[in-house]
């Protein structure tokens, strides 16, 4: 579903990714730790196109993001994507972030609409809609009329769920979705994710949160330093860890 193949990212002089390398099967979930700085937020953006890559090649289903493959002087040649294209293929990968950056002047319902009817075109009945089914599905179907101010941090954290799951995605983002959160509401916002683990999503979740981990991951990749370490099942990477990064980080977060 993802393949990532010798990521890199530079900011200015920065090398922020140094070849990452990372497949996600579809309908499984990856859980994606190390230590602040490793660059774990700039790879989920990298994917997500919110960032341009430096080198490498990211696809999603088969399908290269940012680029067309063509040939220059009957060499294989890569060409940038319209911005058009690039928000086309955005649109397939929902991501959630740490801040829910929900628009504090929309209710509930306006926010989980207001993506669907932009950028897709759909119409307000439809998008009101769908906007309702997937509110009910993160257990707000008694807050459409609710803004922001209103609700508390897991319950806006939810309606930034609903709102990524509204435009349909392939596969769900979510950027230390619950480390905002009063440690009552963390719980609420973990339950909304196993659900739709349970549901088959494909989904890249960077956490600290090892007992989702446990729970949820089909595969866990430990970042350091703008590389993966080290990847596989929970089993593997959590309690029989190879690399000494690995078991220095783990002792911090167990
Ligand atoms: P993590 O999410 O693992 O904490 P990040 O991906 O946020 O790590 O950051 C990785 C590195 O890239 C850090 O050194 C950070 O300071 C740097 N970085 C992130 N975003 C930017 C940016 N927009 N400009 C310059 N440096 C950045
Ligand atoms: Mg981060």
């Not at 994507?81 to 972030?97: D, E, K, N, S, W």
């Not at 435009?167 to 719980?187: H, N, Q, Y």
Request: overall charge negative; glycine content about 10%.
């Amino acid at each position: 579903m993802v393949e990532m193949t010798g990521v890199h990212k530079w900011y200015g002089d920065a090398h922020v990714l140094r070849g990452v390398d990372l497949v996600v099967q579809q309908g499984t979930v990856t859980v994606m730790l190390g230590p602040s700085g490793s660059g774990k937020s700039t790879a989920l953006r990298c994917i997500n196109q919110l960032e341009e890559i430096g080198a490498g090649s990211i696809r999603v289903e088969g399908e290269l993001m940012g680029y067309r493959e063509g040939t220059k002087g009957g060499s294989p040649a890569l060409y940038r994507l319209h911005p058009r294209q690039i928000a086309t293929q955005r649109a397939r990968v929902g991501m959630v972030f740490q801040r829910f950056n929900l628009f504090p002047h929309m209710t509930a319902l306006g926010n989980v609409m207001e993506a669907p009817v932009q950028v897709l075109g759909k119409g307000k009945s439809e998008a009101r809609e769908r906007a309702v089914e997937m509110l009910s599905r993160v257990g707000l179907a008694d807050r459409l009329d609710h803004y922001p101010a209103q609700l508390s941090g897991g319950q806006q954290q939810r309606v930034a769920i609903a709102r990524a799951l509204a435009m349909d995605p392939d596969i769900m983002l979510f950027d230390e979705p619950t480390s905002a959160l009063d440690p009552e509401l963390v719980g609420e916002v973990l339950g909304v994710m196993r659900d739709l683990a349970s549901s088959g999503m494909t989904m890249i979740v960077v956490t600290h949160e090892i007992g989702f981990a446990r729970e949820v991951a089909d595969q866990v990749v430990f970042m350091a330093d703008g590389v993966i370490v080290e990847h596989g099942p929970v089993a593997q990477v959590i309690d029989a860890p190879t690399e000494q990064r690995t078991k220095d980080f783990l002792a911090h977060v167990l």
